[in-house]
């Protein structure tokens, strides 16, 4: 398995509050990439990372940012967070773009907003 | 903007049985097409990855194909195990810089033993 972990794996917290998502990798891969998954909806991209403090909106990027301060880790912030951004959250690693390239993901993290 | 369709949603067979999940996109502009595995509460892991130039690539049981001028794509699986049991997705990359992978809902496959 790609040396992602995700932390914490499950989360519940109340609307308003604010929550980050920490993934981290052990790869030393250049792209990082969050998602989110819901029913009915498949995969969805948030924003994704091409280098340290490089990073770019996704599908779905509205009330979330992003920071990536080391190459090992990316971090998800819910600025405040919505019953609308409960969801499975997933971090993707890639070492490259094009055509030969694989995303390897993390095991997710159950996100609850009450 | 591409769109990925797998049909139907869901699926149960009997073990032992050959069968074939399908995905179709729009957007024929592709790097690759991957087929992806996941497991019930887990993240997804890749089976098969299959550039653009290339037609069909092959992982033990599993034998994916690529039509991109109709913008198809097929994952056969022989001889079905209960361990295949999973929902599978199939992404595609879209040509050009920066392009991101789009993916499909997914197929819940159930082997029946």
């Known amino acids: 398995d790609a040396g992602i972990t995700q932390s914490p794996r499950h989360k519940v917290t109340e609307t308003g509050t604010p929550v980050t998502l920490r993934c981290h990798q052990t790869e030393n891969h250049r792209y990082m990439y969050w998602y989110r998954q819901d029913p009915g909806h498949g995969l969805r991209l948030i924003h994704y990372?091409?280098?340290?403090?490089?990073?770019d909106k996704g599908e779905v990027s509205d009330g979330y940012s992003v920071s990536r301060s080391k190459t090992e880790d990316f971090l998800l912030t819910l600025e405040s967070a919505t019953s609308s951004q409960t969801s499975v959250y997933f971090c993707?690693?890639?070492?490259?773009?094009?055509?030969?390239?694989?995303?390897?993901f993390g095991p997710g993290t159950r996100l609850l907003v009450l | 903007k591409q769109e990925v369709t797998q049909i139907p949603a869901a699926l149960s067979v009997p073990e032992g049985e050959n069968l074939v999940l399908n995905c179709s996109f729009t957007d024929s502009a592709i790097y690759n097409l991957q087929w992806f595995r996941q497991d019930p509460g887990k993240g997804l892991t890749s089976l098969l990855l299959i550039q653009s130039s290339q037609r069909e690539q092959t992982s033990g049981r599993l034998n994916a194909s690529l039509d991109k001028s109709s913008g198809r794509s097929t994952l056969y699986i022989a001889a079905s195990q209960p361990g295949d049991s999973a929902t599978y997705l199939c992404?595609?990359?879209?040509?050009?810089?920066?392009?991101?992978?789009?993916f499909g809902k997914g197929i819940t496959l159930s082997v029946r033993p």
């Open positions: 993707a690693i890639s070492e490259s773009l094009g055509a030969l390239e694989t995303q390897y």
């Open positions: 992404a595609v990359r879209g040509a050009g810089a920066n392009s991101k992978l789009t």
């Open positions: 990372s091409y280098g340290v403090k490089d990073t």
